[in-house]
């Protein structure tokens, strides 16, 4: 049965709550990897961000402003559970509280991600995602949240992006914590996905043992880019299902179909970087996902290259002549559709949510600070068409959130990079909000008219 579509916005801890010394909270990895000189543009750092943390009702009091059905946020673990064990820090947890109970109050669905990317530093002391206690070490935070929130929170994403957290994070070493280890890069992208399992696991048992699990929804988010090869040739074609192999189908297919594919195993383990996967491990993290958030910004050509150093397969980007946005990304929307088909295609079952979508552009504000993106917001209505493309034709869509609700802290890009559809004026922490949350608002409320009108059930 087709569903109400909903319509939304995501931020994330680290990026913009700041107060990262408050109410027992205790330093993450990036608060460690932004003190490290050389890590962010201009050594920036999350110390203050968007201040969320002390503006979080008039925050919200926008959103509902912008119409939003709901908000996606994440839960800064260090906060909930200051070094990462034992049980909730109850000063960090009553500002999620107060959170959950202001989007209620202004009827936004809450939407909770456990995790994104803000991992206590004393588990990264303990060796980090690498170190497969820490995936056990999860699941018992997201018990720690669950016990806090699930009395009101029914939308429950345990990751965001694990191809972020082992590949930028212990392989290129881009992201905190900085460490660059093909290694320990893959043994976290299993014990990440593991953590994923486990925490899917607590969660349902506790919704059920609470009578909750009515409307209950777990998941997962991935980032995931549309590889294509840049010929018909064997090796591109080869070239580009490396790639996928590597930045998709070794999140989904494990997730999805309970095995990791066998050529990008296989291959790893000729490597010296096996995934240290462990007897029963598979069905933990193929627990059913409800919900598998799409993170979408871009696709990529891909073209053979010689292999590089120790026999890792290569492949090089081909650039095509299209927009881009500041992040260098090529804009690519019709890809967004091919991607959302190609997932209800080879991996049905989930309802898709795109849980991320957006762009940075280099904003000049007016006097008023008002920014007028005609570019971000031509990226918006094209991504969302495409999407809703992909919903006509058959994939199981069932929302679309805007990346960012505000401008905020880009990880090692620091400030440089906005995001945002609302700005934020770093030095008196104004809001504005841009053209693009005007279009983003007055496109929710048409997208509501034309579901009112279409003979679509809603559920
Ligand atoms: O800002 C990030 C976000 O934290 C994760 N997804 C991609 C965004 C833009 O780079």
Redesign the pocket.
Same mark, same amino acid.
């Given at each position: 049965m087709e569903q109400k579509l909903l319509w939304g916005a995501a931020t994330?801890s680290y990026?913009i709550e700041g107060a990262v010394s408050e109410d027992g909270r205790t330093p993450s990895i990036w608060d460690t990897f932004c003190a490290t000189p050389g890590t962010v543009t201009a050594g920036e750092t999350g110390d203050v961000a968007c201040d969320h943390y002390h503006r979080m009702p008039a925050d919200v009091a926008l959103m509902a402003e912008l119409g939003l059905d709901v908000y996606r946020f994440s839960l800064a673990w260090p906060r909930v559970q200051p070094d990462g064990a034992g049980k909730g820090n109850p000063a960090g947890i009553a500002f999620y509280d107060r959170l959950v109970d202001e989007l209620l109050a202004k009827n936004i669905l809450p939407w909770v991600t456990l995790y994104?990317?803000d991992l206590p530093q004393a588990l990264e002391d303990a060796g980090g995602w690498p170190n497969r206690d820490t995936a056990y070490r999860f699941a018992e935070y997201a018990a720690v949240a669950y016990d806090a929130l699930g009395d009101r929170v029914s939308q429950w994403t345990t990751m %965001?992006?694990p191809w972020?957290s082992a590949m930028l994070g212990y392989i290129t070493g881009r992201h905190a914590p900085g460490r660059r280890d093909a290694r320990a890069g893959f043994a976290a992208v299993h014990h990440l996905l593991l953590g994923h399992g486990l925490a899917s696991q607590v969660i349902r048992e506790k919704a059920r043992a609470n009578g909750r699990s009515e409307g209950l929804e777990v998941g997962i988010t991935l %980032?995931l880019a549309p590889k294509i090869p840049a010929s018909e040739s064997p090796e591109d074609i080869a070239a580009a299902h490396w790639e996928d192999g590597l930045s998709n189908r070794l999140y989904l297919d494990p997730l999805l179909r309970a095995e990791y594919p066998a050529d990008v195993a296989a291959k790893l383990e000729e490597l010296g970087c096996p995934l240290p996967v462990q007897d029963g491990d598979l069905s933990i993290i193929a627990q059913p996902v409800d919900v598998l958030g799409v993170?979408y910004?871009s696709s990529n050509v891909v073209a053979a290259a010689p292999a590089g150093p120790n026999g890792w397969p290569a492949s090089t980007a081909v650039q095509r002549d299209v927009e881009r946005t500041a992040?260098d990304w090529e804009v690519t929307p019709e890809a967004l559709t091919g991607l959302l088909l190609r997932l209800e295609r080879e991996y049905p079952g989930p309802a898709w949510y795109i849980t991320?979508n957006?762009a940075?552009y280099a904003d000049a504000p007016d006097a008023n600070g008002f920014v007028d993106d005609a570019d971000r917001e031509r990226y918006l209505r094209t991504h969302i068409d495409a999407a809703l493309e992909a919903r006509a034709r058959g994939a199981n869509l069932r929302g679309y959130f805007a990346?960012?609700l505000f401008d905020?802290f880009?990880?090692s890009y620091g400030y440089d990079?906005r995001?945002g559809i609302v700005r934020v004026d770093y030095d008196t922490q104004e809001r504005t909000p841009k053209r693009s949350a005007r279009y983003y608002a007055d496109r929710i409320q048409e997208e509501k008219k034309r579901e009112l009108m279409s003979p679509v059930q809603t559920g």
């Open positions: 994330s990026q994104h990317w %965001n992006e972020c %980032n993170n910004y992040m991320e957006g940075a990346w960012s905020n880009e990880w990079r995001f």
